[in-house]
């Protein structure tokens, strides 16, 4: 079982407003990756961070930003949702850039 | 570019029948290639990873194998049960640990 937390699970928002998706795992990871699926779809690399103050953009453009204070933490924010911003978000972690990566439950976002 | 294709993109079995699962890439300079699966609505949970070196992994009823030189991964499921009904998905990395991924394969075990 992988020890890789998001909250919140669901939320459904109002267009404008500020929002944060929260990521953490207690294993210790260095690496940490925000993927974007819409449904139906496959996932699509966002962000991506190598340890504590790297974070890089991933492969699809995202209007998001994130940061990587804490090595165990890796937060997501949407300064204004919009409607487009409407899918779902999975965090994930491996322990290299070449190991087994582990996903979070998700969080299912909504922006009406 | 590195594209993952997984073919079918839907599968429908009877129960105890073994299956298997396509997934090809363009580019075989692969580091490993992992197999997910994903249930509605929820996050992928982690079957198998096959390190570029290797040919196959098992795991239980799953047993996944590569020919990296032509761009090929298979996930043979043994004795399918209506438990295993979810989308698999394969990944490959070949660049710091970004993984790419197909579309999916989304899988109905019928009792």
């Known amino acids: 079982e992988a020890d890789i937390y998001q909250t919140p699970r669901y939320l459904v928002i109002g267009t404008g407003k500020k929002i944060t998706l929260e990521c953490s795992q207690t294993?210790?990871?260095?690496?940490m990756y925000w993927y974007q699926q819409d449904p139906g779809m496959e996932l699509h690399l966002i962000h991506y961070s190598y340890g504590v103050n790297s974070t890089e953009k991933g492969d699809l453009s995202s209007e998001s930003t994130v940061s990587r204070i804490r090595t165990e933490h890796f937060p997501l924010t949407l300064e204004s949702a919009r409607p487009s911003h409407t899918s779902q978000y999975l965090c994930a972690s491996s322990r290299g850039g070449y190991s087994e990566a582990f996903f979070g439950q998700g969080t299912r976002l909504t922006v009406v | 570019k590195q594209e993952v294709t997984q073919i079918p993109a839907a599968l429908s079995v009877p129960e105890g029948e073994n299956l298997v699962l396509n997934c090809s890439f363009t580019?075989?300079?692969?580091?490993?290639l992992q197999w997910f699966r994903q249930d509605p609505g929820k996050g992928l949970t982690s079957l198998l990873l096959i390190q570029s070196s290797q040919r196959e992994q098992t795991s239980g009823r799953l047993n996944a194998s590569l020919d990296k030189s032509s761009g090929r991964s298979t996930l043979y499921i043994a004795a399918s049960q209506p438990g295993d009904s979810a989308t698999y998905l394969c990944?490959?990395?070949?660049?710091?640990?970004?993984?790419?991924f197909g579309q999916g394969t989304e899988l109905s075990v019928k009792p």
């Open positions: 580019d075989s300079a692969i580091y490993n």
């Open positions: 294993m210790g990871h260095d690496k």
């Open positions: 990944a490959v990395n070949n660049q710091g640990g970004k993984l790419i």
